[in-house]
Antibody, heavy 124, light 113 residues
Framework: EVQLLQSGGGLVQPGGSLRLSCIGSGYDFSKYGMTWVRQAPGKGLEWVSHITSGGYTTDYGDSVEGRFTISRDNSKNTLYLQMNNLRVEDTARYYC?????????????????WGQGTSVTVSS | DIVMTQSPDSLAVSLGERATINCRSSQSVFYSGNNNNYLAWYQQKPGQPPKLLIFWASTRESGVPDRFSGSGSGTHFILTINSLQAEDVAVYYCQQYYSIPITFGQGTRLEIK
């Protein structure tokens, strides 16, 4: 059974930092791209960042470019999101999601499994 | 960026009836190299993560009931839910994975009339 177990998150002041983690199990973690998607309270889904299966290529949404860093350790089946210089508008529930392999090459993908999400609140 | 626009924002349908949700993209998400539309549909129930229903615009994910179907091509797509059940109450999102940045529609809230 595929599972994505998330940790990290919490309350942080503006300008602070947090690191989110997502451990995949039940599948070959190293073979699939991974993504972070966030959802502000009462709002829709916003794509944050993507990393290819080997970790060699990363992409970011404009709102987080230069502040967030996505990475993965395939030896630990773990995905990370390092969030620096956090802003009030980064307050959201953050989901990690597994690429379904429906992309062309290492391109963007649809997501067949999602973590339960972790809450990030940025407030003074 | 490809803008995804869903309509309506919300709808109420009677149990056993059909629900139809539209999704339009600001540019085509059809790739002629493999004749696929890079369009997915998700269902999100309160307090839960999204669940993949449809990929390639019309292919049902494993385990998704066949009352859910997707259609359309290019820039206009439709999610149809036949014989609406109480457990189908949720917010539905379309998503394009044709290009970065990946973008989602704003969501359509489906309720029982």
């Amino acid at each position: 059974e595929v599972q994505l177990l998330q940790s990290g998150g919490g309350l942080v002041q503006p300008g602070g930092s947090l690191r989110l983690s997502c451990i995949g199990s039940g599948y070959d973690f190293s073979k699939y791209g991974m993504t972070w998607v966030r959802q502000a309270p009462g709002k829709g889904l916003e794509w944050v960042s993507h990393i290819t299966s080997g970790g060699y290529t990363t992409d970011y949404g404009d709102s987080v470019e230069g502040r967030f860093t996505i990475s993965r350790d395939n030896s630990k089946n773990t995905l990370y999101l390092q969030m620096n210089n956090l802003r009030v508008e980064d307050t959201a529930r953050y989901y990690c999601a597994k690429g379904g392999g429906y992309s062309t090459g290492y391109g963007p993908d649809a997501f067949d499994f999602w973590g339960q999400g972790t809450s990030v609140t940025v407030s003074s | 960026d490809i803008v995804m626009t869903q309509s309506p924002d919300s709808l109420a349908v009677s149990l056993g009836e059909r629900a139809t949700i539209n999704c339009r993209s600001s540019q085509s998400v059809f790739y002629s190299g493999n004749n696929n539309n890079y369009l997915a549909w998700y269902q999100q129930k309160p307090g839960q993560p999204p669940k993949l229903l449809i990929f390639w615009a019309s292919t049902r994910e494993s385990g998704v009931p066949d009352r859910f179907s997707g259609s359309g091509s290019g820039t206009h797509f439709i999610l149809t839910i036949n014989s609406l059940q109480a457990e189908d109450v949720a917010v539905y999102y379309c998503q394009q994975y044709y290009s970065i940045p990946i973008t989602f529609g704003q969501g359509t809230r489906l309720e029982i009339k």
